[in-house]
């Protein structure tokens, strides 16, 4: 009977281990989630921008000009992500 105990008692151990570790995992993934999208503050992409300028919504200046920030972000973000992923390991 004392063996059953000795089990019994180990797997509930485990079970609660398993949990403390699931919660520190879903805590983590949380804590350090990264959004894509914000470094982005136009809220469109370069699909986008071509439509509106193809349809002549925007000037070429206007489009020129986007276009170079929308560039220019998503290199900061590209190069902030490598940096990242290099201090990761």
Do not use: C, Y
Request: no cysteine; charged share 20%; aromatic share 6%.
């Amino acid at each position: 009977m004392d063996s059953i105990g000795g089990i019994l008692l180990a797997s509930l151990g485990l079970l609660v281990l398993a949990v403390l570790g699931f919660l520190a995992v879903t805590w983590a993934r949380n804590r350090f989630r990264v959004d894509p999208g914000s470094d982005n503050s136009a809220g469109f992409s370069l699909s986008d921008l071509r439509a509106l300028h193809k349809t002549g919504q925007i000037s070429d200046e206007e489009f020129e000009r986007t276009r170079a920030q929308i560039i220019a972000a998503s290199q900061k973000a590209s190069d902030e992500s490598a940096a990242r992923e290099q201090q990761a390991g």
